[in-house]
T-cell receptor, first 111, second 115 residues
Framework: QKEVEQNSGPLSVPEGAIASLNCTYS??????FFWYRQYSGKSPELIMF????GDKEDGRFTAQLNKASQYVSLLIRDSQPSDSATYLC???????????FGSGTRLSIRP | GAVVSQHPSRVICKSGTSVKIECRSL??????MFWYRQFPKQSLMLMAT?????????EQGVEKDKFLINHASLTLSTLTVTSAHPEDSSFYIC???????????FGPGTRLTVL
């Protein structure tokens, strides 16, 4: 079992709709959770981080964390074509310095 | 804030030569820096973790004698690909984190092509 699992996609969502990206992780000791966006040919860019159970909102983005289910999600409201990218879920244990990345979900927003 | 730069952005070299890539944190002190490699359409692969002033910790399967990492200051880390071969052609990305914070901030990456 991979430490951080994501559906590779592609996930196709119509413009203006809500895109829902999901991620599960295997280590119950994980404390910090991140979502990065990576455009083709570019390096990852941090979108959001979440540490506590529940929802965290930032503009059109909402991160959701459920530690009991070991599940993290990212919702993108009012999806735009510019949101088309690969979204990487990342998880960090409290004792470790490195972050474990999932393989990413490719999101495509169709006009 | 939290800007990381990399230089060069792109390099083409002949097989057998060595290439040095610089990673700098521009507006913060990076207690830890990370080096990743990414092949086309594949996920990020962590190569090594380095803390300022100490030896880098390499991931399993990464040759430390081939990929030399130096983290000489709190704002600079370098990756040297020694005796590069065509199979080393890849997108090399560094990231940095600040002391007391969990987030990593990525540099723009260096695209290495070995002929």
């Amino acid at each position: 079992q991979k430490e951080v699992e994501q559906n590779s996609g592609p996930l196709s969502v119509p413009e203006g709709a809500i895109a829902s990206l999901n991620c599960t992780y295997s280590d119950r000791g994980s404390q910090s959770f991140f979502w990065y966006r990576q455009y083709s040919g570019k390096s990852p860019e941090l979108i959001m981080f979440i540490y506590s159970n529940g929802d965290k909102e930032d503009g059109r983005f909402t991160a959701q964390l459920n530690k009991a289910s070991q599940y993290v999600s990212l919702l993108i409201r009012d999806s735009q074509p510019s949101d088309s990218a690969t979204y990487l879920c990342a998880v960090k244990q409290s004792s470790a310095s490195k972050i474990i990345f999932g393989s990413g979900t490719r999101l495509s927003i169709r006009p | 804030g939290a800007v990381v730069s990399q230089h060069p952005s792109r390099v083409i070299c002949k097989s057998g030569t060595s290439v040095k890539i610089e990673c700098r944190s521009l507006d913060f002190q990076a207690t830890t820096m990370f080096w990743y490699r990414q092949f086309p359409k594949q996920s990020l692969m962590l190569m090594a973790t380095s803390n300022e002033g100490s030896k880098a910790t390499y991931e399993q399967g990464v040759e430390k004698d081939k990929f030399l990492i130096n983290h000489a200051s709190l704002t600079l880390s370098t990756l040297t690909v020694t005796s590069a071969h065509p199979e080393d052609s890849s997108f090399y990305i560094c990231s940095a984190s600040r002391g007391g914070y969990n987030e990593q901030f990525f540099g723009p990456g260096t695209r290495l092509t070995v002929l």
